[in-house]
Every structure is written in structure tokens, then in C-alpha cells.
């Protein structure tokens, strides 16, 4: 008998809002349960700026992970998602 455990999850929400590969930046706006932030990716410096700051330290590195595996997909306007391993 197998004894798994539930893992609960949350997706997030993701809109790039502004995107310039010349000064090496992603804006936008990412959502998950109750919580709502807009953030600033500069990917050169690998430095993501997430605000306010209630509840960011639930999406600041799940968020962070998205952006580095899909950087090269990302456009504005567009709507993404993506699972966190946890419920917030």
C-alpha cells in the first residue's frame, strides 16, 4: 500500500506588461491565491524585484524559476502560468 502524500498547489498567474531586451528587462504582474504583485526582472544582473511586499517570499524564487526556464518565450501582453508546490 502506498502512502503518498497530498502535495497541495497553487498556479500562478504571469502578464508581461514590458519587455526591452536592450536594458535587460521584464515587467509585469504575476497573481496566485489572494496575492497579487508586480515585478521587474532584470536578467542580466539576475536581480527579480517583486512588490509589495506582503507575501513575497511565497512567489519571489517559484516566480524566478519560471522566468529563467521561459525568458525566450516570454512577450508582452501575453498571459502565462505556472504550478507552485504549495498552497497559498
Not at 502535495?7 to 502578464?15: I, L, N, Q, R, S
Not at 521584464?26 to 532584470?42: L, P
Not at 539576475?46 to 512577450?75: C, T, Y
Request: proline residues 5%; glycine residues 8%; positive net charge.
Amino acid at each position: 500500500m502506498s502512502s503518498k502524500k497530498f502535495v497541495p498547489e497553487t498556479t500562478a498567474h504571469v502578464k508581461i506588461v514590458r519587455q526591452s531586451w536592450q536594458e535587460g528587462k521584464i515587467e509585469g504582474e504575476v497573481s496566485a491565491g489572494e496575492f497579487a504583485w508586480h515585478f521587474q526582472w532584470c536578467f542580466r544582473q539576475g536581480n527579480l524585484l517583486v512588490k509589495p511586499s506582503l507575501g513575497r517570499a511565497l512567489i519571489q524564487e517559484p516566480l524566478n524559476r519560471f522566468l529563467e526556464r521561459s525568458d525566450h518565450l516570454l512577450e508582452p501582453g501575453g498571459d502565462y502560468a505556472f504550478t507552485i508546490k504549495a498552497q497559498i
